[in-house]
């Protein structure tokens, strides 16, 4: 019972702090006995999209288009691989955070235990990384700012970003075109739709999104523009 109340408690704090607020980011500190409970932290998982920071609690509203746009993505990456497992919006321990890839791809599958409790059984981040955005400044920082984190923590990671717009992309000219490989640039595009890949060294190479391209990743798995592009238009 003493539990349970605790519970209510957490989760009418996070709901009061939510109040009138239905876009972006939210940022919420605890003290850090309060998060401190395995319990609790797999409690706030279950119930809203959180990630957990040390003593903060992020809150990531998601509009149905970018989960959409995840869904979809998931899914084309899911027809190329063999074995291997995709998820959208996983839970990943990484050191003392507890992080979500909007589109994870891993070579071995999480345990049972990992996947049922994230946080209890400390699910291992994925190996392909994906962070998917709305082109605004605080999600785009957000995103960017926990790859950055990530990349100074752990080895082996691949990373994308992802950009999406504000408003419709126009439709395909061509829709029978056979894609071909994306044109990298060097400098980060100001205009979504447009995508970040980092290379082995983790160097940014950045690719404005259009029609009928893709890019291949090191894992080999092949981005295709199109499947993004398709979630954008009206």
């Not at 932290?41 to 995840?70: M, Q, S, T, V, W």
């Not at 691989?81 to 996983?90: C, E, F, K, L, R």
């Not at 992802?162 to 400098?187: C, E, K, L, V």
């Amino acid at each position: 019972m003493a539990n349970y109340l605790f519970f209510i408690k957490i989760l009418l704090k996070i709901e009061q702090e939510l109040k009138g607020k239905e876009a972006g980011i939210i940022k919420i500190n605890f003290p850090a006995e309060e998060l401190s409970n395995l319990d609790v932290r797999e409690f706030i998982h279950l119930h809203f999209n959180a990630e957990i920071i040390g003593d903060n609690l992020f809150i990531k509203y998601n509009c149905p288009l970018k989960e959409d746009l995840d869904h979809e993505l998931a899914n084309s990456l899911e027809r190329k691989t063999q074995g291997w497992y995709i998820s959208v919006n996983n839970i990943c321990v990484i050191n003392d955070r507890e992080l979500r890839c909007d589109v994870g791809v891993w070579f071995q599958r999480p345990t049972f235990a990992q996947m049922q409790r994230p946080i209890t059984y400390s699910c291992p981040s994925s190996n392909v990384w994906i962070e998917v955005f709305d082109n605004i400044d605080s999600d785009r920082n957000y995103a960017l700012n926990n790859i950055n984190w990530l990349q100074q923590n752990t080895i082996g990671i691949e990373f994308v970003a992802i950009a999406f717009p504000g408003s419709p992309f126009h439709s395909n000219p061509d829709p029978q075109m056979i894609t071909t490989h994306a044109t990298s640039q060097h400098t980060q595009p100001t205009k979504a739709p447009y995508v970040c890949h980092w290379d082995i060294s983790n160097n940014e190479i950045w690719y404005q999104m259009d029609w009928n391209h893709h890019i291949t990743l090191r894992c080999d798995l092949i981005i295709d523009f199109n499947v993004i592009l398709n979630t954008l238009i009206e």
